[in-house]
């Protein structure tokens, strides 16, 4: 396969790399120095140097079952295999020597004879490792008579298991090399496949003999698929498809890991999405819906034409984009006229690249003339820019995700990394296999801690809306019981902020039996979690929309700053605050200049220099006032006085709170531009839609959630005919702006000159190192992988009281249960884009996860359909029985329109960024005959705004 940008090495070595001290050897008369601990394998390899293998790949341990990689090695008796002999000072090594040679002819003989011979129209033709193989050892011949096999239809033949909807698995092909096995427990950690039987009889077996891959534990991550080296596990999209041509290296456009895929390719035509191993974030793995669900760019509800309407409750018309353009121009124009310059604004979307979000916070301030700007980004992680700014002074993580293999102790607090961010999980699974501690705040039981071959562990499960008083409890016994890094404190820290912190944090009101009662936390719990996070070595805090989703989000966000400093795990490899991103772009939406106060590089709009650095770029005025967030933006079109809005590739009315209130806001305006893929729920109230691109028809940049800047580069032409960037461009043009960008590259050149954290970035060097973590700049030319080493941003860091305020929503007699929501690992967000791939097998509606008691006392039983109510609203789903909830506690999703989970929640929001309380919903659950009112009336109401009028009507 020719690869058509892969500027990296993308070698197999055989076994993983290693570091220590340089040993020297000579592997076939050639010398090289590698690490001590390296095999002899990859020192050949390294050395340009083959030797044929199968069971050896470096995504994981050498095993040493196939016996192809033997070698001889003076001074020493037989043919040890080179993947599992470690090199030594002085070795002496023969790879191909007569003997070796024949060994290797018989041993691939061996496997062949028990091996389908039907290469030409296997799916693997061309991309097997066991073709590859008995080819490089010179197989011409199979010397055994036919006898018993495991392809023939014989008494202990097995059909092909198809039951997965990406990849097929053929056990007549396998040679049990145990790849898959080992690429299971060692890169993903599900320990869901094994080996089963013995000798001739041996086979790969998901879960038990009455499983096959669909009903087992398997997650699809795809990392077995990746590691077979036959047709065993083989994509259908190959399979259908053939084998891919060529490839082009670019980053996922679901979670804020940010996974970089090679996209293999026949012509325009995506066949499969294989992570690419020189990622630095995903390091050659990937997760569901990243490997496999790319299909919703080819799917049938894309809307590829720009259409109009007069009124929301008109038909869609189709229209040429140039009168789409001018259309929403003209529209815009004459809102302005009339009701003021501050009448319209834009939502940026986190999905869309840094550049096409630059591009659509500049059109609001440089052509509307105003601030009305924000993002989901805000939704979700604004909370984490205010408190971590606060205490260090930047708005972002410390750390980037190698730096959990030197983790001792993970605080995982708000998130559920199995589902939301799997890449990053199985990381952290391993690191805690090999005996680091993990300490979890949680209402649910997550995932995580049920990690296979786990070590110390604790589960504090927390009231939902407590997260200050428990992570304030942990903070007072480090400084009651005198566990805190004194030196870090006075040497990196304002002692003197610190003194009034620790006056406030000893107050016994904080400790762990005075809020037991608040927080339903065990203390002794809570002791034993605060001594071992304090006395365990390395300590990293992950945390996620479990903690910035609150009222006092970002009183928690600086709780655990606070914590971070206290025990001086700040600076260095293996500790930090982590925030795990929910989105691929959060990050780079909020770097973009999204908020209404905020200009590019979190500076405050009101300062007159950073205004004038953007006004010399623009050759325009920018308006000093902060302009209007998403509920502003709302309650003012309600009284009249907000009439238009863009928004690029975000559906508020499913993702925001009180979506009544939302569809109130939409319905009073009277230009609303909805910029996406699908007729989304928002587009319900829209008056013109723009069709959008996915991540595979452009270029630009991502940030992930660790401040990587990764490429995104274009795979296929734009179904529409324009990426996102150009269109906003088109839309600026038209409404009067003379912009005259020809390429991402050029975009990104105006944040670096306008933005001093991006200032070194450039395409040529995100091509040549692959990616770049911000700061990248004159100080730090090649990036900062780990912030505040030798000092804070801020200067001395810096601790905040945090005082406990309980939320303004409380459970009583009419609604008596605490409803907290969150993600599945087969969906993503709204579900725009898995909703609409073969994902549904696993989650096709939303559930309610009830604790049995809760249940029993309301006569309901798994899959009853429930009333879900609460002050704000109520809609109905299905019920599922779990004790992962608490009593007292109900969970949910939100990925499907037809529950419309956030009916129900409240405009309640984080008291410094107005971040919503999803986390934190009074309501009440009972049976239900079916759907409410409410949803009957909205599906109506959809079903109605989505008719396109059909041509010559």
Not at 37 to 52: D, N
Not at 308 to 330: G, M, N, Q, T, Y
Request: with cysteine.
């Amino acid at each position: 396969m020719r690869d058509f940008i892969i500027p990296w090495d993308d070698t197999d070595y055989g076994t993983p790399k290693q570091t220590g001290a340089p040993v020297t050897l000579t592997i076939d008369g050639i010398e090289i120095s590698v690490a001590s601990g390296t095999s002899v394998m990859r020192a050949a390899m390294e050395a340009g140097l083959k030797i044929p293998k199968l069971c050896a790949t470096d995504s994981v341990e050498a095993f040493g079952s196939c016996r192809l990689c033997v070698v001889e090695i003076e001074g020493r008796r037989g043919t040890p295999a080179s993947c599992t002999t470690p090199v030594a000072e002085g070795m002496v090594v023969h790879t191909q020597s007569a003997k070796v040679q024949k060994l290797r002819r018989g041993v691939m003989e061996l496997y062949i004879s028990d091996h389908p011979l039907d290469c030409l129209t296997c799916s693997a033709n061309g991309d097997c490792e066991l073709q590859d193989m008995a080819g490089m050892v010179g197989l011409r011949d199979v010397r055994y008579k036919e006898g018993e096999n495991h392809f023939d239809e014989a008494a202990d033949w097995r059909p092909v298991d198809d039951s997965n909807p990406y990849f097929t698995y053929d056990p007549s092909k396998c040679i049990v090399c145990s790849r898959c096995v080992r690429a299971c427990e060692e890169v993903q950690g599900t320990f869901a496949l094994t080996i089963e039987g013995r000798g001739f009889d041996s086979r790969v077996s998901a879960g038990t003999s009455l499983d096959d891959f669909l009903s087992s534990e398997c997650v699809s991550c795809g990392a077995c698929v990746a590691a077979c080296p036959t047709a065993t596990l083989q994509e259908k999209s190959v399979r259908d498809l053939g084998t891919p041509t060529r490839s082009v290296v670019t980053t996922c456009a679901y979670c804020g890991v940010g996974c970089s895929f090679k996209a293999e390719l026949n012509g325009d035509q995506v066949v499969r999405m294989v992570p690419h191993k020189e990622g630095r974030a995903n390091r050659g793995h990937s997760c569901v819906k990243g490997r496999f669900a790319y299909g919703y760019a080819e799917h049938s509800d894309r809307i590829t034409r720009p259409m109009i309407r007069e009124a929301v409750s008109d038909p869609w018309r189709e229209v040429s984009w140039d009168e789409a353009l001018a259309f929403a121009a003209s529209r815009l124009k004459g809102l302005q006229a009339t009701h003021g310059k501050s009448s319209i604004g834009v939502i940026t979307s986190s999905r869309c690249t840094n550049e096409e979000t630059y591009l659509v916070q500049k059109l609001t301030r440089a052509v509307f003339g105003n601030n009305n700007t924000d993002t989901c980004a805000r939704v979700c992680h604004s909370p984490t820019g205010y408190g971590l700014g606060q205490a260090f002074g930047t708005s972002a993580g410390t750390q980037d995700f190698d730096s959990v293999e030197h983790t001792d102790v993970a605080i995982v607090i708000g998130a559920n990394p199995t589902d939301g961010h799997p890449v990053f999980a199985s990381r952290l699974r391993k690191r805690l296999r090999q005996g680091a501690k993990l300490i979890v705040l949680d209402p649910r039981r997550i995932d995580l801690l049920e990690t296979p071959h786990i070590g110390e562990a604790h589960h504090l499960p927390l009231k939902p809306g407590t997260n200050v008083a428990v992570v304030t409890a942990l903070a007072h016994v480090i400084v009651t019981e005198g566990l805190f890094d004194e030196e870090f404190i006075r040497t990196r820290c304002d002692w003197d902020e610190f003194e009034t912190y620790r006056d406030f944090i000893s107050d016994p009101r904080h400790s762990p039996e005075a809020t037991a009662l608040l927080t339903s936390v065990n203390a002794d719990a809570l002791r034993a979690a605060a001594r071992a996070f304090a006395t365990g070595g390395n300590g990293a805090i992950y945390y996620g929309l479990g903690v910035t989703e609150h009222s006092q989000g970002s009183t928690t966000v600086m709780a655990i700053a606070n914590l971070a400093m206290l025990t001086g795990n700040i600076g260095r490899e293996g500790v930090g605050v982590n925030p795990l991103r929910g989105q691929n772009n959060v990050q780079g939406a909020c770097d973009m200049g999204s908020f209404p106060h905020e200009l590019p590089g979190y500076r405050h709009v009101k300062n007159a220099d950073v205004r004038a650095i953007f006004e010399n770029a623009w050759g325009v005025k920018i308006d000093p006032e902060p302009g209007l967030r998403i509920p502003n933006m709302l309650d003012a079109a309600v009284e009249g006085r907000f009439k238009g809005l863009y928004i690029q590739g975000e559906d508020i009315l499913q993702s925001d709170p009180d979506t009544k209130h939302v569809a109130a806001g939409l319905a009073a305006m009277d230009c609303v531009i909805v910029h996406d893929l699908f007729l989304n729920e928002t587009a319900n109230y829209a008056h013109v839609f723009l069709p959008g691109s996915t991540f595979l028809e452009k270029d630009g940049t991502f940030t992930n959630a660790e401040r990587r800047i990764n490429r995104v580069r274009r795979v296929m032409a734009p179904k529409a005919g324009y990426a996102d960037w150009e269109v906003t461009q088109l839309l600026a043009n038209a409404c009067g702006a003379d912009w005259t960008y020809t390429h991402p590259s050029q975009i990104m050149d105006e944040i670096a000159a306008t933005t001093p954290s991006f200032s070194g970035v450039t395409y040529a060097l995100l091509d040549a190192k692959n990616s770049i973590q911000w700061p990248c700049n004159e100080d730090h030319p090649e990036g900062t992988p780990i912030m505040h080493v030798d000092g804070f941003v801020r200067g001395k860091g810096r601790f905040i009281v945090t005082e406990y305020v309980p939320t303004d929503e409380k459970t009583g007699p009419r609604f008596p249960l605490l409803l907290t929501t969150g993600r599945i690992l087969s969906q993503y967000n709204v579900g725009a884009q898995t909703r609409r791939t073969a994902n549904t097998v696993w989650h096709n509606e939303d559930l309610l996860e009830i604790h049995p008691h809760d249940a029993e006392t309301r006569g309901i039983t798994e899959g009853d359909h429930v009333r879900l109510a609460s002050r704000a609203g109520e809609t109905t789903l299905r019920a599922t029985l779990t004790e992962r909830v608490s009593p007292g506690v109900v969970y949910t999703t939100f990925h499907h329109p037809d529950t419309q989970a956030n009916v129900v929640t409240t405009d309640n929001s984080d008291w410094a960024t107005n971040c919503p309380e999803y986390k934190v919903t009074a309501v009440q659950v009972a049976l239900s005959n079916g759907p409410t009112t409410w949803q009957n009336d909205y599906r109506y109401q959809a079903a109605q705004s989505r008719r396109i009028r059909e041509a010559g009507e």
